[in-house]
């Protein structure tokens, strides 16, 4: 498979010297298709967009009050039952008091998790989507490992530094989404479809730069954007300053690794050996883990 330089995605992508379209490499015809999808602004992605930005909308009205919110939630049966699962769960909830409807489950968690949950929620709903069905076993292994990132990364978040531990599971959750992306994509080139060794290697080649590229149209923060895009990072981090560094090294901790990163195995037994402190807190927060990520899978 040929290797483009990702940049290629801030425009759209050129042809290599000697290109011709009855021969193209299919593992560039997709990067080159999707880079001008990209570039248009015109995502083509399953409907969890639509209940995304309906949450946010709400979020983001200084007019609505928690019940006004809770409404919106509750109009989405899924959605508000994962917010009372995360709400009761052990890193979250308070013993004894356990929740039992949306507005409640609304002020405990906070709005800046409800975005999270809601984007939880809905990127399983994108793993059964018609498109991902040739692809099911490899999407829900992905989706496995994005939430075991995003649980880890709150842990870490919250106990060794002052970043935001909810910004932190938000990263976590959506930093392989341009893996469903191709995934959702790759039923179109079915030469491409037939090497599984290439269109393994193909994502996990574009999988940051086709996430930040998606991500960028919802106006996230620059600091998820950066996480997104640099979380399979060559090098691990020394130390753990932004968010950058917390979801690098979740990615690189998980203990359900992402099936189509075939180098992470490697990095990962480096990582503990670098950062036993925090290898120590994910050992001692087993429980509260364990319940987070029983939370956030549908």
Known sequence: MHRYDRTALRGK?????????????????????????????????PTFID??????????????????????????????????QV???????????????????LLRIGYANVHSIA???????????????PFLRRAEAVWRHSIDVAAIGYMV?????????????????????GSFYLLSKAPKYPELCADVAALEALIDEWHPSIGHAVL??????????????EHESKTYPSALKTLT????VANLLS???NPLNGRASTWRTAVSIEHPTIVDLLEASTQELTSLVAGLRV
């Open 87 to 105: 709400a009761n769960s052990a890193a979250l909830g308070a013993p004894g008091q356990p929740v039992t409807e949306v507005k409640a489950a």
């Open 119 to 133: 984007t939880s929620v809905a990127m399983a709903q994108l793993v059964v989507a018609k498109e991902m069905q």
């Open 13 to 45: 992508a050129s042809a290599p010297p000697g290109y011709r379209p009855d021969v193209v490499d299919p593992s560039f015809r997709i990067v080159q298709d999707l880079a001008a999808e990209l570039s248009t602004g015109k995502i083509s992605f």
């Open 51 to 84: 209940a995304t930005l309906k949450i946010r909308r709400a979020l983001n009205d200084p007019n609505a009050d928690a019940d006004r919110i809770a409404r919106t939630i509750s109009a989405e049966p899924l959605l508000a039952a994962k917010l009372v």
């Open 157 to 177: 978040a919250a106990k060794l530094t002052k970043l935001n531990p909810d910004e932190a599971l938000f990263a976590g959750l959506v930093h392989d989404i």
């Open 216 to 229: 960028a149209k919802f106006s996230l923060s620059e600091a998820a954007l950066k996480a997104v895009m």
């Open 245 to 248: 560094d917390v979801i690098a």
């Open 255 to 257: 203990k359900e690794p």
